[in-house]
């Protein structure tokens, strides 16, 4: 059976866990808490050399990390996988899109902000806040004109920017100035067998 390492609060969790319930696979999760050092034991960053969660370990030993790896390696051979080429490229430029432009930007912001750390560093809280906001504007454009990310069916790439995009307004970002992100979102959420089961940061997370 599969284990998933993972962290309640986290969206890039979360991406994991939907992928895994829409797909129907049996899997043991256990919860390892970031602000505990959990992900930055011995044990664990043999499998996750970052020490971030999420980790997926396989039943031969072997684990995958980075939550874009483990949607494409649970989604191959799925509906949720485009087997075009070009329509494969297209799912992972937006997963590459998402790690590189919206999580690191809209991700950060909304974790200083929840755990108080903006307070500390307000000028590069606003500056991820705002290269956020350029990010959702990119996606926001696209989605003006298309249902899903990929062919105009739901795949990995919408499990993939769903993660932090579905709570960009807790990073501060208004989200009234991206009209076709919220039908968007509701699109994902009506797909089958989805649940959204993100959970709060702990009051003891704040600085």
């Known amino acids: 059976?599969?284990?998933?390492?993972?962290?309640?609060?986290?969206?890039?969790?979360l991406k994991?866990?939907?992928?895994?319930r829409q797909l129907g696979i049996e899997h043991e999760r256990v919860e390892t808490d970031i602000f505990a050092g959990e992900s930055r034991r011995d044990g664990y960053v043999a499998m996750?050399?970052?020490g971030r969660t999420p980790a997926l370990l396989l039943d031969d030993g072997r684990?995958?990390?980075?939550?874009s790896a483990i949607l494409l390696y649970l989604a191959e051979g799925s509906a949720f996988l485009p087997t075009?080429?070009?329509?494969?490229?297209?799912?992972?430029?937006w997963?590459?899109?998402?790690?590189?432009?919206?999580?690191?930007?809209?991700?950060?912001a909304r974790f200083w902000r929840l755990t108080g750390r903006d307070e500390q560093r307000p000028e590069a809280w606003t500056q991820r806040r705002e290269s956020g906001e350029d990010a959702l504007g990119i996606l926001d454009r696209y989605l003006a004109d298309h249902d899903f990310l990929v062919d105009g069916r739901y795949s990995v790439a919408d499990i993939?920017?769903?993660g932090y995009t579905h709570v960009a307004h807790e990073a501060g970002i208004d989200m009234a100035g991206y009209p076709s992100i919220?039908?968007?979102?509701?699109?994902?959420?009506?797909?089958?067998?989805?649940?959204n089961d993100l959970q709060p940061y702990p009051a003891n997370a704040r600085l």
């Open 84 to 93: 075009d080429r070009i329509e494969l490229a297209h799912a992972q430029q």
């Open 182 to 195: 919220g039908p968007w979102l509701a699109r994902v959420e009506s797909t089958e067998g989805f649940a």
């Open 48 to 50: 996750n050399p970052a």
């Open 160 to 162: 993939g920017l769903y």
């Open 95 to 108: 997963l590459f899109f998402e790690q590189n432009l919206l999580e690191p930007n809209v991700g950060t």
């Open 16 to 20: 994991v866990r939907i992928l895994l």
């Open 1 to 13: 059976m599969l284990t998933l390492f993972d962290y309640g609060p986290s969206a890039n969790c």
């Open 63 to 67: 684990a995958i990390a980075e939550s």
